[in-house]
């Protein structure tokens, strides 16, 4: 069994910055790509972020410029940081990951409980 645990959602205002993080815990072989989502109230799951292991990463286009996303593989972790925060980027943000929990396992993907974020003055 795999978990994604994420911390570091809060309340900021606009133009601050906040850093998620995700951790992903339990039988793991390999994680290929490892990334964020976010749901804002009423609308449909986004992706913010993804990165492949040695790969460039993707970001939305609403996020270019502003957000970065890093991996830490020893430790099976996955970073966002979040600058110049708009009140748009308010969002519960969901870590993702595909993984492979075993050498010739099929790849499965999990998904973190999630964090708030919300940005408010």
């Known amino acids: 069994q795999v978990q994604l645990v994420e911390s570091g959602g809060g309340l900021v205002q606009p133009g601050e910055s906040l850093r998620v993080s995700c951790a992903a815990s339990?039988?793991?072989?390999?994680?290929?790509?490892m990334g964020w989502y976010r749901q804002a109230p009423g609308k449909q799951r986004e992706l913010v972020a993804i990165?492949?292991?040695?790969?460039?990463?993707n970001y939305s286009d609403s996020v270019k410029g502003r957000f970065t996303i890093s991996r830490d593989i020893a430790k099976n972790t996955v970073y966002l940081q979040m600058n110049s925060l708009k009140p748009e980027d308010t969002a519960v943000y969901y870590c993702?990951?595909?993984?492979?929990?075993?050498?010739?396992?099929?790849?499965?993907?999990?998904w973190g409980q999630g964090t708030q974020v919300t940005v408010s003055s």
């Open positions: 339990g039988t793991i072989f390999s994680i290929n790509p």
């Open positions: 993702y990951a595909v993984v492979v929990t075993a050498f010739g396992a099929s790849p499965r993907a999990y």
């Open positions: 990165k492949t292991s040695g790969g460039s990463p």
